[in-house]
């Protein structure tokens, strides 16, 4: 017999979504994008400045004592992907106007390319994100094992 997903578990996923849909409609403040914005910066070069001192100590840690395809490891390479990813979302945020408006299409002759147009926007804003998140987690990488070996 297959069980299907808990109430505890369905009432967290939903708990998640509404967090992250009032993350993504603070993002539309300017004030609070610009902190967001400072803040994963800040934790990025917090990070970057780690790696390039402590090189050596965390290519013999993620070389001998775990590898990258351990739990530890995968975790411990998220970090710079998921500030990567988010500081890149609150800068493309900011650059990117009317990416979230969640609009409902119009009777318009045009809504349909103006619908189009903001979704088009949208996913190049995610994919923006994606791609800075996923080059900064391998940038750390490689400087951890470029100064570290």
């Known amino acids: 017999m297959i069980f ?3 109430k505890k578990s369905e009432r967290q996923d939903e708990e998640t979504s509404v967090t992250l849909i009032e993350v993504a409609e603070a993002l539309g403040i300017e004030s ?7 803040r994963f910066a ?4 917090a990070i970057w400045v780690t790696a390039a001192l402590f090189s050596s100590w965390l290519y013999y840690f993620f070389t001998e ?3 990258l395809t351990d739990t530890p490891g995968l975790v411990a390479m998220l970090a710079p992907l998921i500030v990567g ?3 890149a979302y609150a800068f493309l945020r900011g650059r990117v ?3 979230e408006d969640n609009k409902q299409l119009e009777s318009d002759m ?3 390319y103006q619908y189009n147009s903001d979704a088009t926007r949208r996913w190049f804003v995610w994919v923006g994100s ?18 570290g070996s």
Request: charged share 5%; hydrophobic share 55%; no cysteine.
């Open 4 to 6: 299907g997903p808990s």
């Open 32 to 38: 609070i994008r610009r902190r967001f914005l400072l």
């Open 42 to 45: 800040l934790f990025n070069l």
């Open 65 to 67: 004592v775990i590898s």
């Open 85 to 87: 990813f988010y500081g």
């Open 97 to 99: 106007s009317g990416v």
């Open 110 to 112: 045009m809504s349909t």
């Open 130 to 147: 994606v791609t800075f998140g996923l080059l900064n987690a391998l940038g750390v990488i490689a400087l951890v094992y470029a100064l």
